[in-house]
């Protein structure tokens, strides 16, 4: 392929491409090969019907066929002269909701076989009415015409096109013809003498001539319904779960709240707990003041008297008198409550009394065991 080919062919449509290539072919074999694989009676299932209701003018009367993809079958002829039973057959027909369809004998439709470019191809219809000018004595707005592709040469990029041309006056004629019939018209094929018919539609310009047929506006009723009920649906899940997903979050959030209250009493429990545990061992580290006193008792002897006893943050102070106050010392360093004794400051003698004025420092130390005390050796 030239350069200048290849370069046209990038700019080309996606469809167009597709239809050049051996794809569309591969694709079709493949389907009819998996169709020949299934039972006759699935094939037509998959196939379906189709049904049509074709008219044929023959001179005079119209010849009704039932066709299908499986056979034609001839209903019978209707004269045109009669609009009484052509009325009762549109209603009958009205009532089937099968589109019908007007044959013409190929005699009375123009055919013509194009080479055109392949670059044609996206905008074959508006490049046939440009040739009609030429290879008809028609110009388009006399005609009603239909193209097909026949044939696609990649080696010369050329098309084989096949032109279908019927004239409107002609048109018209067989339209009117149908008399009651005309206005349910859905399309125009064309049908050779053995009856193949080359599954055109010259109506396609005709958009007058078109009616609706009741089954498809049911059908897009039904769907756009179904649709509709499927958004709803949708919609009403979404909504849920966005109703469920607030009553997790709020589940959520009370649960929060009541861990960290239950975290905050922990805290507040763990932190008595803590106080009370120190208190307690700070307590039980530390002898009791009857244990002091007791203590004191039971070493001090009896020719000192005692002016002032104090305990302060673990500090003992002792004031008064003794004979032998520098003693007192070494009898305290021996009880087991009392850490470091020691006197503070100068002993004075009393004149008054013949004693000696005496400050007393030590530090209380912690609580004995049961039986840890020695009695005070006796002093004389």
């Given amino acids: 392929m030239p350069a200048a080919d290849r370069l046209t062919a ?56 039932a066709a299908g993809r499986r056979a034609d079958i001839v209903l019978g002829h209707l004269p045109l002269g009669d609009p009484e039973l052509l009325a009762a057959a549109r209603a009958r027909a009205d009532q089937s909701a099968v589109a019908r369809w007007l044959l013409l004998p190929s005699s009375q439709v123009l055919r013509r076989v194009l080479p055109l470019p392949a670059a044609a191809e996206p905008r074959l219809r508006e490049v046939l009415g440009f040739e009609l000018d030429r290879q008809t004595p028609f110009s388009p707005e006399q005609v009603t015409y ?30 009117d013809a149908l008399g009651a019939l005309a206005d349910a018209v859905a399309g125009i094929d064309v049908v050779e003498p053995d009856g193949r018919r080359h599954g055109l539609n010259l109506l ?65 429990l763990e932190t008595s707990a803590a106080a ?52 007192l010392v070494a009898l305290l360093q021996e009880s087991p409550l009392l850490k470091d004794p020691a006197l503070s400051g100068a002993v004075q003698a009393d004149p008054r009394t013949g004693r000696d004025r005496f400050t007393l420092t030590a530090t209380v130390g912690s609580a004995p065991s049961s039986g840890q005390v020695a009695p005070p050796e006796e002093t004389l």
């Fill in 10 to 65: 990038l700019f080309e449509p996606p469809p167009l491409r597709l239809a050049r290539s051996p794809l569309p072919g591969w694709t079709a074999e493949a389907g009819r090969a998996l169709r020949s694989l299934l039972p006759a009676r699935w094939r037509a299932v998959l196939d379906g019907d189709d049904q049509r209701l074709l008219m044929l003018r023959h001179g005079d009367e119209v010849e009704l066929i």
């Fill in 146 to 175: 239909q193209g097909r592709v026949l044939a696609r040469d990649p080696a010369t990029q050329q098309l084989q096109v096949e032109l279908w041309v019927l004239p409107r006056a002609r048109l018209d004629a067989e339209v």
């Fill in 204 to 268: 396609s310009t005709r958009g007058q001539l078109r009616r609706m047929d009741p089954a498809a506006r049911l059908n897009a009723a039904l769907g756009a319904i179904a649709v509709v009920c499927l958004l709803a649906a949708m919609a009403m899940t979404l909504h849920n779960r966005s109703e469920r997903l607030e009553q997790f979050r709020r589940d959520v959030a009370a649960a929060n709240d009541a861990a960290r209250q239950a975290r905050m009493l922990r805290n507040q």
């Fill in 276 to 327: 009370a545990n120190f208190l307690a061992t700070h307590r039980a580290e530390r002898p009791t003041m009857l244990e002091v006193l007791a203590d004191l008792t039971r070493r001090i002897p009896d020719d000192t008297s005692l002016d002032k006893l104090a305990i302060n943050d673990g500090k003992l102070v002792i004031v008064g008198q003794s004979r032998a106050a520098p003693a």
